[in-house]
């Protein structure tokens, strides 16, 4: 029987060559992104920023409204089509969208290395992304065996592949399916299918490639139930991440205990977070809860 850890657990993620959080405060955050700086908003970064004046190419600027709306003002100029990034050997493109991300999520970098201890020795372990978006985390998990991506968009799961094409890993043996993540979890339940490990990044709201409404709270505990079928006493892990929502990652974890009950291994939650260069303040972004075999 799966055993809850109630005590949380920060991941914090360091920076590397290609990314790093340089300095952060006052609701905002400046990063660097290769050659690139940018400030983007933070409202979890409270405290007072190291340094008085940011350099920056860009800075993201939030609309006045809570649904996520805002603009990118750049004073340097920054390549319009992206510029290429690297984590480890995988080779990806970054570049400003209108979400005011840069189309991968660096504070993820400890996870894809977590995924990686949980396979270690093993080429032939199968496994899902599910809300896989640019396919960084999925160029990780593909040296370990053939993962299934799975996005609802059209464009993410483009990016995606040529990513892969750009890292020099399109011959790896990836499935990159534009789905909705719901439904696909579904079938592969009904088809009889199992996995190695899973990774799901649910977004609060969002709609599938037919007009599916995602509602985080209401859809979630179906979608992870499904992912618990999709697992077995041999399965790896499952790892699960949210984003920008009120909610304790003690509640993931809860969640997880019912669903996870029958399997053996731990169950962990907290939050990740990033450590800013040199002086060591971690900047948490998000919260998670994962399930791992022992």
Known sequence: MAQLVTQP????????EDYGLVDSGHGRKLERYGAYRFVRPEPQAMWTPRIADWDAHGEFVPGSDEDGGGRWQFDK??????????????????????????????????????????????????TLNLFGYTGVGTMALSAHGPVTHVDASKKSVA???????????????????????????????????????????????GRGPNGETWRLEE???????????????????????????????????????????GLPGTIEHGDLAVREDGLGRLLPTAIFARWRRD
């Open 9 to 16: 657990v920060v991941l914090a993620g360091e920076g590397w």
């Open 77 to 126: 100029p920054v390549p319009r089509d992206g510029w290429p990034l690297a984590w480890n050997e995988v080779s990806f493109t970054a570049q400003c969208t209108p979400f005011r991300h840069l189309g991968f999520f660096p504070d993820m970098a400890p996870v894809w290395d977590w995924m990686r201890e949980q396979l270690a020795g093993r080429d032939d372990a199968s």
């Open 159 to 205: 990016q995606a592949r040529e990513n892969a094409a750009l890292a020099g890993l399109e011959d790896r043996p990836v499935r990159w399916l534009i789905d909705d993540a719901a439904k696909f979890a579904a079938r592969e339940v009904r088809r009889g299918k199992r996995y190695d490990g899973i990774i799901l990044d649910p977004p609060k709201f």
């Open 219 to 261: 859809n979630l505990p179906g979608l992870l139930g499904d992912c618990r079928q999709l697992l077995d006493e041999e399965s790896r892990f499952l790892f699960l991440t949210v984003y920008a929502v009120r909610m304790s990652s003690l509640a993931l974890a809860g969640l997880l205990d019912e669903l996870f009950a």
